[in-house]
T-cell receptor, first 115, second 114 residues
Framework: NAGVTQTPKFQVLKTGQSMTLQCAQD?????MYWYRQDPGMGLRLIYY???????DKGEVPNGYNVSRLNKREFSLRLESAAPSQTSVYFC??????????????FGPGTRLTVL | AQSVAQPEDQVNVAEGNPLTVKCTYS??????LFWYVQYPNRGLQFLLK??????LVKGSYGFEAEFNKSQTSFHLKKPSALVSDSALYFC????????????FGTGTQLKVEL
């Protein structure tokens, strides 16, 4: 099993450009998440998808959109990139059953720089 | 709202000595608590979690954590540190009251020296 995979690993954008970050998991998990990691701020939740066909905002959703394409894939889109979106982006997935303490498993991350 | 505090940005310890990385939390109900580790340029790896029951939780790589409800703490410990334990450690909390969103602390950089 590859676990959680993310593409691309690195990306440099100019202000105003758009891009989509891809995430896929092969663990048959029902929930998927997008986080951003900034120095001194830990991980902050951008969006999550509790199950196929649903998405919800997290702590910092502004400037982002998501698509839960199917059970395996969850993409994050930046429509008009801004320097404030320079960060490392992590995708995670988990199996949530009846409110149990599900463990989230993380991908390797995408390092994004917006000039 | 739930929150997590990791009061130390960095912890330095000599190899072979015991280590402690501190975490305190705030939730409205009962907590689910997690520790993750991040090595340079890698994603987060799960170490251990507390759900209920025994206050001492054992996890991967010889790590353990002690849940203390009265002090709202969940400190990560290891009896004998290794240089290879040097990494960034994150504590996270989830409220059992509903939802499946984790709130992470800001992280503690652990440096183990020879």
């Amino acid at each position: 099993n590859a676990g959680v995979t993310q593409t691309p690993k690195f990306q440099v954008l100019k202000t105003g450009q758009s891009m989509t970050l891809q995430c896929a998991q092969d663990m048959n998990h029902n929930s998927m998440y997008w986080y951003r990691q900034d120095p001194g701020m830990g991980l902050r939740l951008i969006y999550y998808s509790a199950s196929e066909g649903t998405t919800d905002k997290g702590e910092v959703p502004n400037g982002y959109n998501v698509s839960r394409l199917n059970k395996r894939e969850f993409s994050l889109r930046l429509e008009s990139a801004a320097p404030s979106q320079t960060s490392v982006y992590f995708c995670a997935s988990s199996y949530v059953a009846g409110g149990g303490a599900d463990t989230q498993y993380f991908g390797p991350g995408t390092r994004l720089t917006v000039l | 709202a739930q929150s997590v505090a990791q009061p130390e940005d960095q912890v330095n310890v000599a190899e072979g000595n015991p280590l402690t990385v501190k975490c305190t939390y705030s939730v409205s109900g009962n907590p689910y608590l997690f520790w993750y580790v991040q090595y340079p340029n890698r994603g987060l790896q799960f170490l251990l979690k507390y759900i209920t029951g025994d206050n001492l939780v054992k996890g991967s790589y010889g790590f353990e954590a002690e849940f203390n409800k009265s002090q709202t703490s969940f400190h990560l410990k290891k009896p004998s540190a290794l240089v290879s334990d040097s990494a960034l450690y994150f504590c996270a909390v989830r409220d059992t009251g509903g939802g499946n969103k984790l709130t992470f602390g800001t992280g503690t950089q652990l440096k183990v020296e020879l």
